[in-house]
């Protein structure tokens, strides 16, 4: 049974583009099936292979049912996932009694064959996505390049998802560049450079959620390789199940820096900080934990952001993702940049660390600012909410220092 709790994000988005109730959208989506087809000629290629499994992957997410023909090692691949994420499970190989004469075809490197078709394929950084009767020729595959491919599943998870919930779609192709940002019809784009090597990273990766989830996808396609530290205060919920790229059914309630970091090794070797960001960074700015040359956010609020952008790193890119629409903001010390301080500004009903910590915790707010590794005393226990009391008393009686306390009551 999927809960609304899954679903929630694609319900939402679904009802707000077709006017649909939540019970509406959910009937069209789970009832839906997909095939995905891995044309002739390019059932050896990689990034056609990883365009399948992340098409395959995203379409899970909301699609009922997804069939898959493609080799072996490819559909395989694609119910191992889905096993780790649905219960029943939605994905099956070709040849599976799910599959439907009326299913929604995607194919892979190749012009559709079916009326109501979609084709979609990478060269390059590009990804392409174009529907039956397109007749310009499309270049498929022809460099190799796996954010190319991930750029073509991403686009083509979008174009399935508006087409299943009832949406008219123009009958055009169109490609867009994960290098420049570019978009335009078929074959318009210019050529992107080569991908370069990448040398190791030493980063810090602030905030483990969705886009967070996103980069480290990308960043194992890349075979990205080197050290990060890995700061968030939260768990892996089940309403996290279908947005992260990274869930698994198994990590619900365990560290989300637990799932980043399984995914990144043993490539990129992650040190876990399971702890709120205003505990960790005055480890950074009076504690001498090093600050690495590049630090990546993947955050929701203002606060936070401006906290990041105070330590001054080298490079500092904040990703975000919201609805349908998404943002990377580069800033380079010294060489200009959009600086955080000044493109957000945080609204009024932004909880704020204080605010947050206060209510969960019951201590008050001189406390954990400012005294944060000194012991929780009786004196927190007795000027506590009464709901708050008894916790903290123990908190007390067993010598637990306050920043324990806060990362445990996140």
Known sequence: MTSDAALSRPLLLATQLTGDSPAQARARLLDATVHVRVTAGFEDNQDAAT???????????????????????????????????HDPPRVHSCGSSLARADAFDIFIGGHPDTADGIGTCSD???????????????TAFTVANPIGALTAAALTAGEAFLRLIGLSRPPRG??????????????SLPDDPP?????????????????????????????????????????????????????????????????????????????????????FLPRVTHWHVPLPPLVING?????????VQRLWPEVLVDMAAGGTTSQVILHQRGQGGQCLLRAYEAPDSETGYIRRTEAA??????????EFTTP?????????????????????????????????AR
């Not at 390059?124 to 499309?138: D, I, L, Q, R, Y």
């Not at 205060?233 to 970091?261: C, F, H, V, W």
Request: aromatic share 4%.
């Open 174 to 187: 169109f490609e867009l560049s994960a290098w420049s940002g570019a978009c335009g019809p078929l074959g």
């Open 195 to 279: 991908l370069p090597a990448i040398q190791p990273i030493d980063a810090l990766l602030i905030g483990c959620g969705n886009v967070m989830n996103g980069w480290a996808a990308a960043a194992r396609a890349l075979r990205i390789t080197g050290h990060a530290r890995a700061v968030d205060r939260q768990s892996l919920g089940e309403e996290n199940l279908d947005p992260y790229s990274l869930a698994r059914r198994d990590m619900i309630g365990q560290p989300k820096t637990l799932l980043l970091a399984g995914h990144l090794k043993p490539l990129v070797a992650v040190t876990r900080h399971d702890e709120e960001l205003s505990l």
């Open 361 to 370: 915790t019951g201590l008050r707010s001189e406390r954990f600012l400012s």
């Open 299 to 307: 955050l929701d609020e203002v606060e936070p952001r401006h906290m």
């Open 51 to 85: 365009l399948a499994r992340s098409l395959v992957d995203q379409l899970s997410r909301f699609c009922g049912t997804v069939v898959v023909s493609a080799p072996c090692v490819i559909a395989q691949a694609c119910v191992e996932r889905d096993h780790e994420l």
């Open 124 to 138: 390059g950084w590009t990804g392409k996505v174009f529907p039956a009767g397109t007749h310009e020729s499309v």
């Open 376 to 408: 929780v005393t009786a004196e927190d226990a007795a000027q506590a909410p009464p709901e708050h009391k008894a916790r903290l008393q123990a908190a007390a009686d067993s010598g637990q220092l306050i920043c324990g306390y806060i990362n445990q």
